[in-house]
């Protein structure tokens, strides 16, 4: 397991439907080691942080393995490094083999995982077309989010290793499932006694079963 890519970018003023908004969603590689903090990287930060960042989304990584799925998808898009808002890119994992509350070492930070990520408009705004929210949710490879269990450096190539490993065995896939409710209760009840999981998410979640 590695880190491929670090990527940071601030907030921007752009132009979506003829409305100014707000976006920290361009992110680009950027060279040598970058200082992972409770809240983001350095150099990094969200514009909206009603729904964006927090200690709960300090930290969205994504798989290269991804991108050759997209490249397919979208064969005339350029996709370099960071292009789905990612701050770091990664090799050897995936939503299907990592648990909600798993603990990884990264540089000498310490990271853990708390939830999948669900796209708002956004990221149709980066790509300038309207339906890759709707395809980003439909591919299922929705990348995860960490928390900072602890700050420290991380930079392009450092190993990803595995720290510990939520006994729950709730994947950042099962979330998904049951996100876009393709899930049995059974799976849903267990998902909202995993400690790690977003407390939004365990909100909504419990209206489900309820």
């Keep these: 397991m590695k880190l491929i890519s670090v990527c940071v970018g601030l907030p ?3 132009t979506w439907k003829g409305k100014q908004v707000a976006t920290g969603i361009f ?3 950027v060279a040598g080691r970058v200082m992972m903090r409770s809240l983001n990287l350095d150099g990094d930060k969200q514009a909206d942080l009603t729904v964006h960042g927090g200690a709960e989304k300090a930290v969205y990584a994504y798989p290269m393995e991804h991108y050759a799925y997209w490249e397919r998808e979208l064969p005339d898009e350029e996709l370099p490094w960071g ?3 990612e701050n770091l890119t990664i090799e050897g994992l995936s939503e299907a083999t990592v648990n909600i509350g798993d603990r990884f070492r990264i540089g000498t930070a310490e990271v853990m995982v708390t939830q999948p990520r669900f796209p708002c408009f956004k990221l149709n705004l980066k790509f300038g077309r309207d339906d890759i929210v709707q395809r980003f949710l439909i591919s299922r490879l929705s990348g995860i989010y960490f ?9 392009a190539g450092d190993a990803i290793e595995l720290l510990s490993r939520d006994e729950n065995n709730i994947t950042v896939a099962d979330i998904v499932q049951i996100y876009v409710r393709e899930a049995d209760r059974d799976l849903v009840r267990r998902a909202v006694r995993v400690p790690a999981l977003a407390a939004s998410l365990k909100t909504y979640f419990q209206q489900q079963i309820e």
């Design 83 to 85: 292009a789905f808002g």
């Design 12 to 14: 921007r003023e752009v």
């Design 27 to 29: 992110k680009q590689p």
């Design 147 to 155: 928390s900072v269990v602890r700050e420290g450096e991380v930079g």
